[in-house]
């Protein structure tokens, strides 16, 4: 087993753990989808057949808060003592919430970029998430014209995109 499959099996069982901790007991499986989010993403995704409308609610209210939060302790707590290099990013998904969010993301970055480019002129992306903001970041790693910053401070922390 390499290491990325043990961690993401590890991932899985504390997914899992904490699921049930907060009375959401529901089966894990582990997936691999490569949508700008780089190479070491591992996809935790929930199934929800196990969970009532209402539980699948509390994590999905308020734009995904709930996910955005699991995901955020995920990422934290399955990260804790590795090197920075060798972090593996996990992505929490029930429902498809998250590809939904992305492909919108996506466009709407795609729309921005054609419109930097056009004019020259940066754009602020506001009200994204830090993982949003971190696969525009990865999504922007490839282009050569084009470059990305976050700038200010949570709450208010904004995505630049701008020419290099």
């Not at 499959?5 to 894990?28: G, P, T």
């Not at 029930?94 to 992305?102: L, M, S, V």
């Not at 480019?117 to 490839?142: D, M, N, P, W, Y």
């Amino acid at each position: 087993m390499s290491i990325w499959e043990q961690n993401s099996e590890n991932a899985k069982q504390w997914l899992e753990k904490l699921l049930k901790l907060m009375a959401m007991s529901a089966d894990v499986q582990i997936g691999v989808q490569e949508l700008g989010t780089g190479p070491s993403s591992c996809w935790l995704i929930i199934d929800s057949s196990q969970l009532s409308p209402q539980q699948v609610e509390l994590l999905l209210a308020n734009k995904g808060e709930g996910l955005d939060a699991i995901q955020s302790l995920a990422n934290t707590i399955l990260n804790i003592g590795v090197e920075a290099a060798e972090h593996q990013f996990y992505i929490v998904e029930i429902n498809g919430y998250r590809q939904q969010r992305q492909s919108e993301l996506f466009d709407w970055v795609n729309q921005a970029a054609t419109q930097v480019r056009q004019t020259g002129q940066e754009i602020e992306l506001k009200a994204l998430s830090s993982a949003e903001r971190r696969q525009i970041h990865a999504f922007f790693q490839e282009e050569n014209d084009l470059t990305t910053e976050s700038r200010g401070v949570e709450p208010d922390r904004r995505l630049v995109i701008r020419l290099k």
